[in-house]
């Protein structure tokens, strides 16, 4: 059974920084792409980041020059360097991967269970 666990979720002044980390687990053969995607109150879930195997970075034009989004393959996690936050960045942030475990054949999408930032003004 693969699963992703965030943590690093907080409560933080505006113009302060977290740090998120999401690590999968389990019977893993290969990851893709992994990113991060956050929910507001009475909002949608809206992309923030992806990156993909090779590295490869982007960026939601709300977060670009403020976060940053890196991955270590070796312990399967993805991380997401949060500074400069601003209020509006409030809200459940999740762990998204493209996954193909131990016993399959393809890649499958992945979703943690959130964690939530509150960013005060």
């Known amino acids: 059974q693969v699963q992703l666990v965030e943590s690093g979720g907080g409560l933080v002044q505006a113009g302060g920084s977290l740090r998120l980390s999401c690590a999968a687990s389990?019977?893993?053969?290969?990851?893709?792409?992994m990113g991060w995607y956050r929910q507001a109150p009475g909002k949608q879930r809206e992309y923030v980041a992806t990156?993909?195997?090779?590295?490869?970075?982007n960026y939601a034009d709300s977060v670009k020059g403020r976060f940053a989004i890196s991955r270590d393959n070796a312990k399967n996690t993805v991380y997401l360097q949060m500074n400069s936050l601003k209020h509006e960045d409030t809200g459940v942030y999740y762990c998204?991967?493209?996954?193909?475990?131990?016993?399959?054949?393809?890649?499958?999408?992945?979703w943690g269970q959130g964690t939530q930032v509150t960013v005060s003004s």
């Open positions: 990156i993909t195997s090779g590295s490869s970075t």
């Open positions: 389990g019977s893993i053969f290969a990851i893709n792409a």
């Open positions: 998204n991967a493209d996954i193909k475990s131990s016993s399959g054949s393809y890649y499958y999408n992945y």
